[in-house]
C-alpha cells in the first residue's frame, strides 16, 4: 500500500506559478512511476505528466509542456509539479498518482492522492 498526500495547492494569479508536492509514504518510492492528474469543475480527469522511477524522464500532456516540470526527490519519496505561467484554465483538482509503469492513463496507476485545489485567476 502506497499512501500519496498532496500539497501546495492555492489561489495565484495568472502569470504565477505554484509548486505542488506529493509526498509518499508506504512501500518503496522509487519502485513507481509518478504521475499528475487534475480535474477541473465539470471536466473529465485530465493527464497532465508523468516521471520515470529514478526521474531521468518525464513526459507532459501537449497543453502544459514548456510551464510544467515535473521532478521527484526518492530520498525524500516525494515527487514535485512546477507549475509557471499559469492561466485560469489550469484551475482544478490536481492529483498524484503512483504506478508500475508511466503513463497517461489513470487506469495504469495502482495508488492516488486526495488532491489539491488549484485556482488561478484572471
Known amino acids: 500500500q502506497v499512501k500519496l498526500v498532496e500539497s501546495g495547492g492555492g489561489l495565484v494569479q495568472a502569470g504565477g506559478s505554484l509548486r505542488l508536492s506529493c509526498a509518499a509514504s508506504?512501500?518503496?518510492?522509487?519502485?513507481?512511476?509518478m504521475g499528475w492528474f487534475r480535474q477541473a469543475p465539470g471536466k473529465e480527469r485530465e493527464f497532465v505528466g508523468t516521471?520515470?522511477?529514478?526521474?531521468?524522464?518525464?513526459v507532459y500532456v501537449d497543453s502544459v509542456k514548456g510551464r510544467f516540470t515535473i521532478s521527484r526527490d526518492n530520498a525524500k519519496n516525494t515527487v514535485y509539479l512546477q507549475m509557471t505561467s499559469l492561466t485560469p484554465d489550469d484551475t482544478a483538482v490536481y492529483y498524484c498518482?503512483?504506478?508500475?509503469?508511466?503513463?497517461?492513463?489513470?487506469?495504469?496507476?495502482?495508488?492516488w492522492g486526495q488532491g489539491t485545489q488549484v485556482t488561478v485567476s484572471s
Open positions: 498518482a503512483a504506478g508500475a509503469f508511466p503513463s497517461g492513463s489513470g487506469s495504469r496507476y495502482d495508488y
Open positions: 508506504g512501500r518503496t518510492f522509487s519502485d513507481y512511476a
Open positions: 516521471i520515470t522511477r529514478n526521474g531521468g524522464s518525464a
